[in-house]
C-alpha cells in the first residue's frame, strides 16, 4: 500500500501542475480508500489480506502504467 500510495502522490502532483481537476479528484479518492483499507488491514483475516494486497498489486500496476513519463 506504501508504494500506491507514493504513486498515488507523484499522480496527484502531476495533476495538479496540470489542471487536471477530474483526475486529481480521482487521486484523492483513491488516496482515502487506501488510508481506510489500510486501517482494515489491522483487523483483517488471512484471506481478506491476500485479498486486498492482489487489488492494490493490480492498482500499482495501473498507477505506473498511467503515470506521466519525464520530458528529456
Given at each position: 500500500m506504501g508504494a500506491v500510495l507514493s504513486a498515488c502522490n507523484r499522480q496527484l502532483l502531476h495533476a495538479r501542475r496540470s489542471g487536471d481537476q477530474r483526475r486529481l479528484e480521482e487521486l484523492k479518492a483513491q488516496q482515502q480508500k487506501c488510508v481506510e483499507d489500510q486501517v482494515r488491514l489491522r483487523d483483517a483475516a488471512p484471506e481478506e489480506i491476500a485479498r486486498?494486497?492482489?487489488?492494490?498489486?493490480?492498482?500499482?500496476?495501473?498507477l505506473e502504467a498511467s503515470e506521466p513519463q519525464a520530458e528529456g
Open positions: 486486498i494486497a492482489a487489488v492494490y498489486n493490480e492498482l500499482l500496476n495501473e
